[in-house]
């Protein structure tokens, strides 16, 4: 199975501030990743897919970039909507993991 | 527009199995595949199994070992997982998700709490 690792685990933020979580392959995924936002008691939501593709209504402050093993995250300007956990997934092989997640909180 | 509606939560006694359905609206379940993931408390995100026309079922095995089937009933655009021999480890909330081509899940049902309790 193609394991991924994610960090940092939690990091606390301020709204405005910019923030970048990286997520590691065990093995090449090409730029089959994608990317969740979840809030408590809510389904994840797609932000990004195949590594650096902005899921239609996703706020442009989401982007990624990356690809093989090493990708990575970014929100340019935290606004108070994106206080969540965010996952990285890889759709290459099946079964298709999910990262540990990196839950973002107020600072 | 497309909308996954999952049914209700259940409670089941350990051995038991549990069936849930995942009803699409918006488009033609017969063109396309459905993906389960899990979300145990307090716990991340586990992917589950696939079920498509073309390529069918799908499963993780190496998690589930046999007790996971996945279904479709293409008449009602509905799509089911049963989980049997149930455990209290699968205690957790379950989710149907519609993939684009790449297999990013674009669209999620509301989720399905299941619980395992004697």
């Known amino acids: 199975d193609f394991q991924l690792t994610q960090s940092p685990s939690s990091l606390s933020a301020s709204v405005g501030d910019r923030v970048a979580i990286t997520c590691r392959a065990s093995?090449?995924?090409?730029?089959?990743l994608n990317w969740y936002q979840q809030q408590p008691g809510k389904a994840p939501k797609l932000l990004i897919y195949?590594?650096?593709r902005l899921q239609s209504g996703v706020p442009s402050r989401f982007s990624g970039n990356g690809a093989g093993t090493d990708f990575t995250l970014t929100i340019s300007s935290l606004q108070p909507e994106d206080f969540a956990t965010y996952y990285c997934?890889?759709?290459?092989?099946?079964?298709?993991?999910f990262g540990p997640g990196t839950k973002v909180d107020v600072k | 527009q497309v909308l996954l509606v999952q049914s209700g939560a259940e409670v089941k006694k350990p051995g038991a199995s549990v069936k849930v359905s995942c009803k699409v609206s918006?488009?033609?379940?017969?063109?396309?595949?459905m993906h389960w993931v899990r979300q145990g408390p307090g716990k991340g995100l586990e992917w589950m199994g696939s079920?498509?026309?073309?390529?069918?079922?799908?499963i993780n095995e190496k998690e589930f070992q046999g007790r996971l089937t996945l279904t479709a009933d293409t008449s009602t655009d509905t799509v089911y997982m049963q989980l049997s021999r149930l455990r209290s480890e699968d205690t957790a909330v379950y989710y149907c998700?519609?993939?684009?081509?790449?297999?990013?899940?674009?669209?999620w049902g509301q989720g399905t709490t299941v619980i395992v309790s004697s």
């Open positions: 079920f498509g026309p073309e390529d069918g079922e799908t």
């Open positions: 093995h090449s995924i090409s730029s089959y």
């Open positions: 997934q890889q759709s290459y092989s099946v079964p298709f993991t």
């Open positions: 998700g519609s993939p684009r081509s790449d297999g990013s899940l674009e669209f």
């Open positions: 918006g488009y033609t379940l017969f063109d396309f595949s």
């Open positions: 195949a590594a650096s």
